[in-house]
């Protein structure tokens, strides 16, 4: 059986203590950390996988549930707190579960279940061949993302952005990028060309969603995109072809 890796974030080191010696109970869970705070927590996040986080509210310094929405990547969350009154707002930030303070070990293993289950259906998912991006024809592919897979129209993409080992992919649509675990190489192979360049390191973008080009930056709506130099004579070779046969 794969173990989830967890994380345990709370001011208290007596709440800390129990909450990972309930994680050494159940065989499917392996404790990677405890955090005191959410300083601590976001240095954790940065060089471990984790899959499963399990977050107290009232911190100082920071609440719980500002430091989820603040994460660009998340884990999944089981919020633990003694209080009641965050329950509608944690769930409207995906968690797993809201286990108020005493917990019982029963109540604790519920919650945890439900996140190894949802952890298995997210590997069922993940198990599409052709890493996490699955190509249906040349208008639309699908990606993992948020434990689903979701369906991209490729012209309403106006750029992507490479983040190691993730990419977020902007759209006309939609405010919010999609965020997927894959490869900027591997993305730029999955769109068509000529319509999509890669300009710098860690952007690729559709050239006709550009707005203007100042120097080395390129707008998009409200996104300012750096040009390396190396690829700023194609991009306006690239705009004079366009022009030429529009």
Known sequence: MELLKCLVVDDESLARKLV?????QLPFLHCVATCKNVYEAMEVLQRESI??????????????TTFLSSLRIKPMVIFITAYDNYAVESYNLDVIDYLVKPVSIERFTRACYKALDLHGKTNQVTTIPTQMIVKQNDDHFFVNADY???KVVVKDITHIEGMKDYVKIFLNSSKKPIITKTT???MEEKLPVPGFMRLHKSFIVQINKIESIRKQTI?????????SQ?????????????GDNS
């Open 184 to 186: 900027l190489k591997n």
């Open 219 to 227: 707008t998009i709506g409200d996104h300012y995109i750096p040009v």
């Open 230 to 242: 190396n690829h700023l004579d194609d991009l306006l070779q690239q705009l004079k072809m366009l």
């Open 148 to 150: 689903s897979l979701i």
């Open 51 to 64: 899959d499963l986080m399990f977050l107290d509210i009232q911190m100082p310094g920071m609440l719980g």
């Open 20 to 24: 990972e010696e309930n994680i050494k």
